[in-house]
């Protein structure tokens, strides 16, 4: 039985698309809402710096690196192969390995924003815009929400689970903007363009196969 594209979402998709147009264009003409928007960010995300903060962001931030995500990406793909649904392989390594990687590298090389020019509380080297991490949390954390309502049949682990992932793709790209490595426009770009990519390859991907029951 084949299932109707979600013309809500394809709308949202292109929301977000539109959001991260509008921020990408602010950024490169430097433009006055892109620094009121990080300004803001930086007084209520990055104050007050205290130890206990510190040591909660630090942690939260590792969820959004590279290496965790590929590996749980990996993880995902391994076990999907052996139960031979294709379909779920296909979806993470495309938006975590592609999308994850290459799509961010693209707009990073671009752009070239430089970091935040404060104390940053992690070492972090490259270019700002968008966040990776936050490209990262929506694309990974983000597909796990999917595959789990998709999947998991029992709704109160099925919520428990939705509910966990989405605290980790709020928390993550508030680490960025906490740790000083990122600007909110940063973040808010990577999430929104995540999104974007997300929601469209969930669609597509996922054409022909109805929710299981």
């Not at 509008?22 to 003409?29: A, E, F, P, Q, R």
């Not at 209520?44 to 206990?52: A, H, L, Q, Y």
């Not at 990406?73 to 031979?84: E, G, M, R, S, T």
Request: aromatic share 16%.
């Amino acid at each position: 039985m084949q299932r109707q594209i979600n013309r809500w979402q394809i709308s949202l998709a292109f929301f977000c698309l539109a959001i991260f147009l509008i921020l990408l264009m602010g950024v490169v003409w430097h433009l006055p809402y892109i620094h009121q928007l990080d300004q803001w960010g930086l007084q209520n995300i990055r104050e007050p710096v205290t130890p206990e903060r510190t040591w909660f962001f630090k942690n939260i931030t590792r969820a959004g690196n590279p290496i965790w995500t590929g590996f749980i990406a990996l993880w995902a793909c391994f076990f999907a192969l052996i139960f031979k649904k294709y379909d779920i392989a296909l979806f993470v390594m495309l938006n975590v390995g592609i999308f994850g990687l290459g799509v961010m590298k693209i707009f990073k090389h671009f752009v070239n924003r430089p970091r935040p020019n404060i104390l940053h509380l992690v070492d972090e080297g490259g270019s700002s815009f968008p966040s990776g991490h936050s490209m990262n949390a929506m694309l990974l954390y983000g597909s796990l929400i999917v595959l789990v309502y998709y999947y998991v049949k029992n709704d109160p682990i099925k919520y428990a689970f939705m509910t966990l992932l989405t605290c980790l793709i709020v928390t993550i790209p508030m680490s960025r903007v906490y740790l000083g490595v990122h600007y909110l426009s940063d973040v808010l770009a990577g999430l929104v363009l995540a999104g974007f990519l997300l929601i469209i390859s969930k669609e597509f991907i996922f054409r022909y196969k109805p929710k299981e029951k």
